[in-house]
């Protein structure tokens, strides 16, 4: 079974702080997604991968950053968190670079409190 | 632009009941569907997927899909839910030009014993 695992399940931290936010995939997937959840937006793509060190912004890409210096790992930066990113953030992947058409295998998911 | 439409935000059904679920897509070329569930406290596992051939198309847990051009539909069915089924229901259509997938808001499933 693919196996995709988030740093932590809850998150709390203050305004203004840096906020990392972990990914790690034991497949040896090419490409990896961060994605925010908010009730009755459903998810919306902040960034994604499809080869080390390389990034692509999502929809919603604006106060993050990415980082996947290995192709197993994949992190989300928060530079300067504000109370607005207060969210579910959930992290996938999928097999090939194909991100349209590849089966997404999603992470537990990170609770991010911004106080 | 591509979007992704579930009309249904909550839905309540008794243990037993048949289940539809709807989703409607905007998408300007051969759509790619997925259907995926989030369960509790858990990710999303993906239940089934469309990109061509017999529109209607099967899941896991029992559950099936079909796809409508005409109605830019791919609404989710199960003859039969059992309590297990509650769950977040999240339709999703492939955009090929950006290599990602593009969600619906969800659906919440409640199930009544």
């Known amino acids: 079974d693919v196996k995709v695992t988030q740093s932590s399940r809850y998150l709390v931290k203050r305004t203004g702080e840096k906020v990392f936010l972990e990914c790690v995939q034991d497949?040896?997937?090419?490409?990896m997604f961060w994605y925010r959840q908010d009730p009755g937006l459903g998810l919306r793509l902040i960034y994604f991968?499809?080869?080390?060190?390389?990034?692509e912004k999502g929809d919603i890409p604006e106060g993050y950053s990415v980082s996947r210096e290995k192709k197993e790992r994949f992190s989300l930066i928060l530079e300067s968190a504000s109370t607005n990113q207060t969210s579910m953030y959930l992290c996938?992947?999928?097999?090939?670079?194909?991100?349209?058409?590849?089966?997404?295998?999603f992470g537990p998911g990170t609770r991010l409190t911004v106080l | 632009a591509q979007s992704v439409t579930q009309p249904d935000i909550h839905i309540t059904v008794s243990e037993g009941a048949s289940l539809e679920l709807r989703c409607n897509y905007s998408y300007g070329a051969t759509p790619y569907l997925f259907w995926y569930v989030q369960s509790p406290g858990q990710g999303l596992q993906l239940l089934l997927k469309?990109?061509?051939?017999?529109?209607l198309v099967q899941g896991i847990k029992g559950f099936e899909a079909e796809f409508k051009r005409s109605q830019s539909s791919f609404n989710l069915r199960k003859p039969s839910v059992h309590w297990s089924d509650a769950a977040e229901y999240f339709c999703a259509v492939g955009v090929q030009g950006a290599q990602k997938l593009v969600f619906g808001q969800g659906t919440r499933l409640t199930i009544n014993p």
């Open positions: 497949m040896d997937h090419e490409n």
């Open positions: 469309y990109f061509s051939g017999d529109t």
């Open positions: 991968s499809y080869d080390v060190k390389m990034k």
């Open positions: 996938a992947s999928s097999l090939s670079a194909s991100g349209y058409t590849d089966t997404q295998y």
